[in-house]
């Protein structure tokens, strides 16, 4: 027997079996636009970006710390860097400020050439002393992490649409042409990379493997040493999100709004759920036994093993397209109505 709950902004589907996560609302908190980027945390602060520029942060009780105030829409997700917080707004802006009272300790803004477009599109990556972030003229940039000047850029030959990821001391950028490439953090000489039948979304580095995900419907796995290929599987739609690997398993969401989940050693495809929410925008995070994805209908929660739908949050909020954080059993969420929540 199921029950079907309404508390607040919920919409919880509950079965008569155990189920850890509650939904319990800890804290909400209202910002002055739809959250634009995705959610980061930690074990004291939480950061989001909304779409009129302003960068939030709260202590994990709730409680607003300080906004940094802006004129365009914060992208991708901001990243937690010791005392300081870096985070990336659409016309190009890379800001990084001190985490305890949001002083800024460097902005740079170096725009492009192609009219009408954004000059940042997602967010950044940090490593190796250096802000790296894709700038929507194709070119990537390596800024000082203490002072925000560029230190080299690296040309593409197309657009850059992902952010860049930095792991095993290298820099892993996807384009939008297909094209992979392995950058050296020092200088940006390319010494590496492969590809894919379409664009590639930022990639996901564990354990000294990289995870791809495509517009093409793969989703890869090699080892970064010697860039050997592990797997390479056909999901059946465009990948739309970066890979999430947690527990074994990766997560992904595709453009016709399906999760979908594969084994993070053979790259078998474990199960597919279909949200009917259309494209899905941002990453599906796994946690505590459950897939949470936030879709434009909601976020849903779905059984980690089965894919079955244990879920629905925040379906009255205008949906998500805010990748979630989960520290410390808490689930902080952005929604398109502006709100912030946490909950457990």
Request: aromatic content about 10%; some cysteine; overall charge negative.
């Amino acid at each position: 027997m199921r029950k079907i709950i309404v508390a607040m902004v919920l919409i919880m589907l509950l079965s008569t079996s155990s189920f850890a996560f509650s939904n319990h609302v800890r804290w909400s908190f209202k910002a002055d636009a739809p959250i634009t980027s995705g959610i980061a945390a930690n074990e004291n602060y939480v950061f989001a970006g909304d779409g009129s520029g302003n960068c939030y942060a709260f202590n994990n009780s709730g409680s607003p710390v300080w906004v940094h105030r802006g004129n365009s829409s914060v992208t991708g997700t901001p990243v937690i860097a010791n005392d300081r917080v870096v985070f990336v707004r659409s016309d190009g802006h890379v800001t990084c400020l001190k985490i305890s009272d949001g002083s800024v300790i460097w902005d740079n803004n170096t725009p492009n050439n192609a009219s009408g477009q954004d000059t940042a599109p997602d967010g950044a990556a940090i490593g190796d002393g250096k802000v790296f972030v894709s700038k929507g003229d194709g070119v990537l940039h390596a800024l000082n992490l203490n002072d925000g000047k560029t230190v080299w850029t690296y040309k593409s030959e197309i657009e850059l649409r992902a952010a860049p990821s930095f792991g095993e001391k290298l820099v892993f950028l996807g384009e939008y042409n297909g094209i992979l490439s392995i950058l050296n953090p020092k200088d940006g000489s390319r010494i590496g990379g492969g590809g894919a039948g379409g664009a590639i979304n930022t990639l996901a580095i564990k354990n000294g493997t990289a995870y791809a995900s495509s517009w093409d419907g793969s989703v890869q796995a090699f080892k970064i040493k010697d860039i050997i290929p592990l797997w390479n599987v056909k999901v059946g739609d465009p990948v739309t999100t970066q890979p999430e690997v947690n527990n074994g398993m990766i997560a992904v969401g595709t453009a016709r709004g399906f999760v979908v989940a594969l084994d993070e050693k053979s790259g078998n495809i474990l199960w597919k759920f279909s949200s009917e929410a259309g494209n899905i925008n941002a990453k599906p995070v796994i946690a505590d036994g459950f897939v949470f994805a936030p879709t434009s209908k909601g976020i849903y929660v779905l059984d980690g093993n089965s894919g079955r739908e244990r879920a629905l949050i925040f379906a009255e909020e205008g949906g998500s397209d805010s990748s979630p954080a989960f520290v410390n059993d808490v689930l902080y969420v952005g929604c398109n109505s502006g709100a912030v929540y946490a909950v457990n």
